[in-house]
């Protein structure tokens, strides 16, 4: 976990951690992809990732000592799961989008952009930790992979095709390896945006306008917690250029379009549990079950002002399943669209997913087993996942003291291509030499020895196969492997 400098609203930003686990994706791929091609064996500076890399559709990009995408990430990059028929993120993807008529919807923009696209159009401060190599995927020094679907914002502000537009893509992150994060998954970006100039002359004020468009949105009986004012001067705070008058009604505008779309969830996800229960010769649980919970709380994004996220009770706690706000006109300014105003957000697809199927591993997304993709169709009434047994896990510690140099810390060294040790390096590596059958890592122990001063660290990997069960043999193997890749590659020393 990192540690920030930055002020408080900064430091409740995109990459504070998640308010309920969520688990992984299956990068079963510990070799280059064959939709991975080298142009090049020649390998001047030694490091492991080839000089040239080719993607899908041919596109090849040269890496620099910025480059730190493992292959098992890219090959993710082919699979277009919030695409595939009957998959599970496709089915609520087309969900969500039925809840929004009239809007377009962009589902095959390219993961790899550009610094400016992901970062800079969106006004990340230069020293905003989500630019870590320790956090985000590069190819070079001016190219990543999207850690979000925000990264397409200003491109599609500026095409200016229609008011409303949806986005849905893969992701990538470096980040924790536990039951709630994967390094790759899908987000849904929306936008609505009004023109000032459309109620010039009309007799109507732009609030108005967008009040109208207001009572457009379905209604619905929920109760909604949102304690706190729209715009806050401190904590949320109204841009110079707008009006309370007009953002209220873009923040209701908002929050309705939004609403609406859990509540269609839930409404699916309810039927689906007491379809099942029917099934099974049980009593609907949907006549027991607490109303359904939601709550806004208030957030920061550099890209919009004032900002909200959206939480939802999953399970008893708390869960985060959108970020959202009212976009920086500097933004729309930037796109060439100056006179509009209006709102944006970005949602987790698996969360939403999970929720809907009630599906208890993120990694299960990315099966190609049979046993979990027979069970989802788009012709079919959503239907709750029945998991095909609970596999017994396996459990191994590693004990090691970090090379004296470094901090365990991590998150405030710059952006730059050489840093020290992070905890992210651990996580990913795991992952590189175990694959999907890593459930979680987790750090268990510390100490810094009274003599030396040499910080120890003891990791625990939870191993647990989604559709088998491991044995002590090859997991004993695999884990001495993952222990000589830390030496290796991060310089650790084994206790
Ligand atoms: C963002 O990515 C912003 N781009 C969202 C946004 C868009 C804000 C437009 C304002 C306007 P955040 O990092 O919180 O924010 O991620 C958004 C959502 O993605 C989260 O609410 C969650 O549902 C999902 N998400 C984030 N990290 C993960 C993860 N590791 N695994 C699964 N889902 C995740
Ligand atoms: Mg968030």
């Keep these: 976990m990192r540690i920030h400098t930055f002020p408080a609203a900064v430091c409740r930003q995109l990459y504070r951690p998640s308010l309920v686990r969520i688990p992984r994706p299956s990068l079963a791929s510990r070799q280059w992809p064959c939709a991975i091609r080298y ?53 609520t993807r087309q969900l969500i989008e039925s809840r929004f008529p009239g809007y377009a919807y962009h589902n095959e923009y ?205 399970q008893g706690d708390w869960l985060e399943v959108l970020g959202s706000g009212i976009v920086k006109q500097d933004l729309l300014n930037n796109s060439g669209v100056p006179d509009r105003v209006g709102w944006a957000f970005g949602l987790g697809l698996e969360r939403i997913a999970m929720l809907l199927y009630s599906i208890p591993d993120i990694r299960l997304f990315w099966s190609t087993d049979p046993r979990f993709l027979t069970q989802f169709s788009s012709t079919r009434p959503i239907q709750r996942f029945v998991p095909f047994s609970k596999y017994p896990a396996c459990v191994k510690d590693v004990s090691f003291w970090l090379p004296t140099s470094s901090s365990a810390a991590g998150g405030n060294t710059p952006a730059g291509p050489n840093q020290g040790f992070h905890e992210n390096d651990i996580m990913e590596l795991a992952r590189e030499v175990c694959g999907d059958v890593v459930e979680d890592v987790r750090l268990v122990d510390e100490f810094v020895h009274s003599k030396t001063g040499r910080k120890s660290m003891c990791y625990r990997t939870n191993y647990r196969a989604l559709d088998r069960t491991l044995t002590n043999k090859e997991m004993n193997e695999m884990h001495a492997v993952f222990c000589k890749q830390l030496v290796q590659k991060l310089g650790v020393e084994l206790r």
């Design 39 to 91: 142009n090049s064996s020649e390998n001047p500076n030694k490091s492991t990732f080839p000089p040239e890399i080719q993607l899908e559709g041919g596109r090849t990009y040269k890496t620099d000592s910025w480059m730190n995408t493992p292959a098992s990430i890219l090959s993710a990059i082919p699979r277009h799961l919030h695409l595939q028929p009957d998959h599970p993120l496709s089915i």
């Design 110 to 314: 390219f993961p790899v952009v550009s610094v400016y696209q992901n970062f800079d159009s969106l006004g990340f401060p230069p020293d905003h930790v989500g630019r870590n190599r320790t956090d985000t995927y590069y190819l070079n020094k001016e190219t990543v992979l999207r850690t979000h679907t925000s990264a397409h914002q200003a491109d599609t502000f500026k095409k200016n095709e229609t008011e409303g537009w949806l986005i849905s893509a893969d992701v990538y992150r470096r980040d924790a390896v536990d039951r709630s994060h994967y390094p790759v998954f899908h987000q849904m970006e929306g936008a609505r945006t009004w023109d000032r100039k459309s109620v010039e002359g009309g007799g109507m004020t732009l609030a108005e306008k967008i009040w109208a468009d207001v009572e457009k949105i379905p209604k619905h009986g929920i109760k909604v917690e949102d304690p706190n004012p729209t715009i806050h001067p401190e904590r949320n705070p109204l841009q110079e250029t707008h009006s309370a008058d007009e953002i209220e009604a873009v923040a209701a505008h908002l929050k309705r379009s939004l609403e609406d779309v859990v509540v269609a969830i839930f409404s699916a996800a309810r039927l689906a549990a007491a379809n099942a229960a029917k099934q099974a010769g049980l009593p609907s649980p949907t006549t027991e079950e607490e109303p359904l919970k939601v709550r806004w709380v208030e957030a920061y994004f550099p890209f919009t002002s004032p900002s909200w996220e959206l939480e939802v009770e999953w």
